[in-house]
């Protein structure tokens, strides 16, 4: 069965909320004017309940099937979209881009906020399935975990929620395909901040410094072949140092140096191997070196884990609204995604709904594409019907 006929009708709206949401983009937990919207879109739906203030400034609807189900039937599900926004400067010239300076929907969260609108408008009218469809509107996707907010603020429990899903745009994934995988799809984070206090002085007289830059360029070097001689060939890491702050003066050793960078890894043992390799260079350059090193490694987000029958489940829904053939097997990806934290509370499955051959997630000149809405709230849909059938 491809995509929901009723979808195409909703189109238009939904395309109009998503521009709208475009044009007003928000960062984080600041997505007042945002979940405003939502919560007013699902109150005019008729959701049975509308939950707001979950980690802040989430929403979240509930939506009763009119069939009976079954003993032993699943009975509640959860569908997340994300609704904030970057500190990027939009370039996109288009009509409905931001209003606001500095603040752009660079990761489509505009797009997956109103597919999931427009799934919540249908589910609301149609009620063709028994239980609970809970739709789940997160802020502070973007570094501020708000998945684990609304999380900690009892989503889980107070909703009832068995089985949760997550969908995201994916650019170079053609519109109408979908593309997910069993097991880790996104990468766990965490933050390297290093400050080096090392002794400065004459640049012609190294002899009677500690060189912070020295250091930091030993440490930059050393960090990488964590990569290549620590971690086994056959699994995945990243460290990436993007900062590297130090000097003022050609001619004077600065005292200080600081290095920022991120490091990404695919599950937990490798994680955890990287930490603890990450503090031992540290320490042997300290020493090798005599500066001091101040070392804050901080635990983001954790590795975003695909369960198996779930992925299966949401693999045969997207092959229903797209065609077998435009369904297809994704490597994992070195992003990390907050959706993470609800799949390590419940089972469930994210997934990539094509956005086209567009500039890439993050980038100034991205946009979501609204022909991939029919694709993405019809795969909501479906989910709902098959999932909580009677
Ligand atoms: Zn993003
Ligand atoms: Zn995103």
Not at 262 to 288: N, P, W
Request: hydrophobic share 40%; aromatic share 6%.
């Amino acid at each position: 069965m491809p995509i929901v006929n009723r979808v195409a009708d909703l189109q238009p709206d939904i395309q109009a909320w998503r521009r709208d949401i475009h044009a007003h983009p928000e960062l984080l937990y600041d997505v007042h004017r945002t979940s405003a919207f939502v919560a007013a879109r699902l109150r005019e739906f008729g959701c049975d309940e509308v939950a707001t203030g979950l980690g802040k400034t989430g929403v979240v609807g509930v939506i009763k099937g009119r069939k009976q189900a079954g003993n032993g039937d699943i009975k509640v599900i959860g569908l997340r979209a994300d609704m904030d926004a970057l500190p990027i400067e939009e370039e996109t010239g288009l009509a409905h881009a931001s209003k606001s300076p500095g603040k752009m929907h660079a990761c489509g969260h505009d797009g997956h906020t109103a597919m999931l609108l427009g799934a919540a408008r249908y589910l609301a009218e149609t009620r063709n399935f028994a239980g609970d469809a809970v739709v789940i509107f997160q802020p502070a996707e973007e570094g501020g975990a708000g998945a684990a907010a609304m999380i900690k603020d009892g989503l889980m429990d107070r909703f009832g929620i068995e089985q949760v899903y997550g969908m995201h745009n994916g650019p170079g994934i053609p519109v109408g395909a979908f593309a997910i995988r069993q097991g880790p799809v996104m990468a766990a984070t965490d933050s390297i901040d290093i400050k080096i206090q090392g002794h400065g002085g004459h640049a012609a007289r190294p002899h009677k410094c500690i060189d912070s830059v020295v250091v930091g360029s030993q440490l930059v070097t050393a960090l990488q072949q964590i990569v290549s001689r620590s971690v086994d060939p056959l699994e995945s890491a990243v460290i990436s140092i993007c900062e590297f702050h130090a000097g003022n003066a050609r001619n004077v050793i600065p005292d200080t140096a600081e290095l920022r960078g991120t490091v990404r890894t695919l599950t937990q043992e490798t994680r955890e191997l990287v930490r603890k390799r990450v503090r031992e260079v540290v320490d042997g350059i300290a020493q090798v070196t005599g500066a001091k090193i101040d070392l804050v490694l901080e635990a983001g987000y954790p590795v975003t884990v695909n369960h198996g029958a779930q992925t299966d489940f949401a693999t045969r829904i997207a092959k229903e609204v797209a065609g077998d053939a435009n369904v297809h097997e994704m490597p994992p990806m070195m992003g990390a995604e907050d959706f993470a934290y609800m799949l390590e509370a419940r089972p469930g499955a994210f997934i990539f709904c094509g956005n086209g051959d567009s500039a890439g997630l993050h980038h100034p000149a991205y946009d979501f594409n609204d022909e991939a809405i029919v694709y993405g709230t019809s795969y909501w849909i479906r989910l709902v019907e098959n999932t909580l059938a009677a």
